[in-house]
Nanobody, 121 residues
Framework: QVQLVESGGGLVQAGDSLRLSCAASGRTFRTYTGWFRQAPGKEREFVAAIFWSGGNTYYANSVKGRFTISRDNAKNTVYLQMNSLKPEDTALYSC???????????????WGKGTQVTVSS
């Protein structure tokens, strides 16, 4: 059974940092793993994605230069380092695996339940 479990969310102040983790179990993923987020009343949006080899990374323009996605295949875990957080980064962050198109949520068949990130001003 495939499972994705996110952790690392929390309540922080603007300018702070957080590191989210996405631990996978049940299979080894060989394509893209991505992070998406959804704020209340808004549609889910792409944040970042990484290919299984770690060589290719993709970012939404809104987080480029502030967020860094990485992976440790030995631990089957993907990380999202978030620096210089802003109130508009507040959302439920979910990881998704085995995507074929890095920025498209529809291409990911496996999803975690998410971890809440709240950034106060």
């Amino acid at each position: 059974q495939v499972q994705l479990v996110e952790s690392g969310g929390g309540l922080v102040q603007a300018g702070d940092s957080l590191r989210l983790s996405c631990a996978a179990s049940g299979r080894t993923f060989r394509t893209y793993t991505g992070w998406f987020r959804q704020a209340p009343g808004k549609e889910r949006e792409f944040v970042a994605a990484i290919f299984w080899s770690g060589g290719n990374t993709y970012y939404a323009n809104s987080v480029k230069g502030r967020f860094t996605i990485s992976r440790d295949n030995a631990k089957n875990t993907v990380y999202l380092q978030m620096n210089s957080l802003k109130p508009e980064d507040t959302a439920l962050y979910s990881c998704a695996a085995e995507g074929s198109v890095p920025g498209s949520s529809w291409s990911y068949p496996y999803w975690g339940k998410g971890t809440q990130v709240t950034v106060s001003s």
